[in-house]
């Protein structure tokens, strides 16, 4: 499955998304190393604090079928706001932590940019992660 695959594929579990609090929606399609594709939406609550992000849906989904070897080759991730568009977002700083967890060098994560998506590695986007 390609990057646009996996794209089309956040998109499509986006729209599953439970936002009525921010009415923002976020899909995120994550293909692992061993070449099985899980994607997830982003899920709130009326207490705040138990929402959880499409990323972190789509690789605890990844780590209860593959188990705790899973390691993440790609991530793609999707956004739709209020106004119906995707717009630059990046993935929260929860979620880089949970994929430096599963990631190795080589994992991809794609997110939309101001001027298009942006390709990078879970190491960039938190560098200096937290880790024992
Ligand atoms: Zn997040």
Not at 29 to 46: D, F, K, M, W
Request: hydrophobic share 35%.
């Amino acid at each position: 499955m390609t990057s646009s695959d996996l794209k089309n594929q956040a998109e499509a579990t986006m729209m599953n998304a439970y936002s009525p609090y921010s009415n923002f929606k976020v899909g995120a399609a994550i293909r692992t190393v061993a070449g099985n594709v899980y994607s997830g939406c982003n899920v709130e609550n009326a207490s705040y604090g138990l929402s959880i992000c499409a990323e972190r849906n789509a690789i605890m989904q990844a780590v209860a079928t593959e188990g705790p070897g899973m390691k993440l080759a790609a991530v793609v991730v999707t956004n739709y706001n209020q106004k119906g568009e995707s717009g630059a977002c990046s993935p929260c700083g929860a979620c880089r932590q949970f994929m430096i967890e599963f990631a190795t060098p080589q994992t991809t994560v794609i997110y939309p940019g101001e001027n298009g998506d942006i390709e990078t590695n879970a190491d960039k986007l938190l560098p200096d992660s937290f880790s024992f």
